[in-house]
């Protein structure tokens, strides 16, 4: 069965830096886009960062852009989000997703197949 855990969330000040993880058992990631998004209690889920099969492409919603950036490891199975200057705004719970169904760097949740449990970010002073 193929199950996402997220790690390294915390509570941070803004500008600090901080890195997610996300492990896949079950299956291999090799091949499979890969993505992060977040989401506030009693808001939408928002699509933060995709990375393609290989680690070739990714792509950014813009207001991460130059601050976040996503990463893969497809002999470990995990997929990384390495968070800089991080804002007040960027606190969130922040899920892994992957797709079996889609290439290249999909955006929208429908996209995606399995997630993570979430892992919560508080960026504050």
């Known amino acids: 069965q193929v199950q996402l855990v997220e790690s390294g969330g915390g509570l941070v000040q803004p500008g600090d830096s901080l890195r997610l993880s996300c492990e896949l058992s079950?299956?291999?990631?090799?091949?499979?886009?890969m993505a992060w998004f977040r989401q506030a209690d009693g808001l939408e889920r928002e699509f933060v960062a995709s990375?393609?099969?290989?680690?070739?492409?990714?792509e950014y919603t813009d207001s991460v852009k130059g601050r976040f950036t996503i990463s893969r490891d497809n002999v470990k199975n995990t997929v990384d989000l390495h968070m800089n200057f991080l804002k007040a705004e960027d606190t969130d719970v922040y899920y892994c997703?992957?797709?079996?169904?889609?290439?290249?760097?999909?955006?929208?949740?429908?996209?995606?197949?399995?997630w993570g449990q979430g892992t919560q970010v508080i960026v504050s002073s």
């Open positions: 990375i393609s099969g290989r680690g070739v492409f990714s």
């Open positions: 997703a992957a797709s079996w169904t889609k290439s290249g760097t999909p955006r929208s949740a429908g996209d995606f197949d399995y």
């Open positions: 079950g299956r291999s990631i090799v091949g499979y886009p």
